[in-house]
């Protein structure tokens, strides 16, 4: 069982940054790939990227080169550097914790967080 707690949602300009964090509770932390998902009011839950047990990551298109994810295995934490903020970029993230075949599908997560709001201002 993993427990998931989010933090470090607000407010911010657009071109900004935020660096949002996941909190893991459990001894498994470091074999999951921890992913990051946002929904936006009214949209559907929208892959962020992902980082694996390794270290390798992933993201979307959406955010490459603006995003950043990182864990810290001795912290059982996760964070995600948001840079470069846009207003599109506003939502609810989601941190998740999983063993995914496809990374990209909420459904191929296990655990989740309650989520954190992000709110870009133009």
């Known amino acids: 069982q993993v427990h998931l707690v989010e933090s470090g949602g607000g407010l911010v300009q657009a071109g900004g940054s935020l660096r949002l964090s996941c909190a893991a509770s459990?001894?498994?932390?470091?074999?999951?790939?921890m992913g990051w998902f946002r929904q936006a009011p009214g949209k559907e839950r929208d892959f962020v990227g992902i980082?694996?047990?390794?270290?390798?990551?992933y993201y979307a298109d959406s955010v490459k080169g603006r995003f950043t994810i990182s864990r810290d295995n001795a912290k059982n934490t996760v964070y995600l550097q948001m840079d470069s903020l846009k207003p599109e970029d506003t939502a609810v993230y989601y941190c998740?914790?999983?063993?995914?075949?496809?990374?990209?599908?909420?459904?191929?997560?296990?655990?989740w967080g309650q989520g954190t709001q992000v709110t870009v201002s133009s």
């Open positions: 998740a914790a999983g063993r995914p075949v496809r990374p990209t599908w909420a459904e191929g997560y296990d655990y």
């Open positions: 459990g001894r498994t932390f470091r074999s999951y790939a």
């Open positions: 980082i694996w047990s390794g270290g390798m990551t």
